[in-house]
């Protein structure tokens, strides 16, 4: 739904858009295009990432863009050239919690995210839905690669910013929300949750 999920970020012409964790740069591209010419995209990697790591695909996808540039950081200290209208995520919030991965820690993540936009900006995250209630999964064989949407909420709110909307439009109620998200029997079609977060004027 690239349509509705532009329309939910507010990423309009002229935008500057932070982009967390990119991957092979599906959103960069809808960024990139929205914002225009007088626009900026940054997807932002890790310091360290290097060609054929997971992260890094999104390189060539943004020197296709004259409005897209890298951005390169950690993920706990996100930095970016400029004051930001929009800091968006999806679907990695939760990897942030899983020790191997050793991405860093959220709730600083959250708070660079505020430091980073200006007064208004919103925070767009989109992740793969766990049960209520769920326990933030830290490893191990049997993670799902979910995230409780409460918990999300909570941990944003507590780093100064506002609650705005959420979207229904990615949820799928037939998800039981306990399988791994890469089995091949949801995978795709996983339930998820987007929510908007707004900082203070």
Do not use: C, W
Not at 9 to 38: H, S
Not at 127 to 143: C, I, K, L, Q, Y
Not at 149 to 177: H, I, K, M, W, Y
């Amino acid at each position: 739904h690239p349509a509705e999920t532009l329309a939910f970020a507010n990423v309009q012409p002229g935008a500057r858009v932070g982009e967390i964790f990119p991957g092979g740069g599906y959103f960069t591209r809808l960024f990139a295009v929205a914002v225009g010419d007088e626009g900026r995209v940054y997807p932002l990697i890790r310091p360290e990432g290097v060609a054929g790591d997971f992260e890094t695909p999104v390189i060539a996808v943004a020197a296709q863009y004259p409005s897209a540039t890298m951005a390169r950081a950690p993920y706990d200290a996100l930095a970016f050239p400029e004051p930001l209208d929009v800091v968006f995520t999806a679907q990695n919030y939760h990897d942030m919690a899983i020790t191997e991965y050793g991405m860093g820690d959220r709730n600083a993540m959250n708070a660079s995210a505020f430091a980073a936009l200006k007064p208004g900006g919103l925070y767009v995250i989109i992740d793969h839905s766990a049960p209520d209630g769920a326990a933030v999964e830290t490893g191990g064989p049997n993670v799902t690669h979910r995230i409780d949407q409460a918990t999300v909420r909570r941990e944003v709110e507590a780093a100064g910013f506002v609650f705005d909307s959420e979207s229904d439009v990615l949820r799928n109620p037939a998800d039981t929300r306990t399988v791994n998200v890469f089995d091949p029997a949801i995978r795709g079609h996983t339930d998820q949750f987007m929510m908007r977060f707004r900082k203070p004027e």
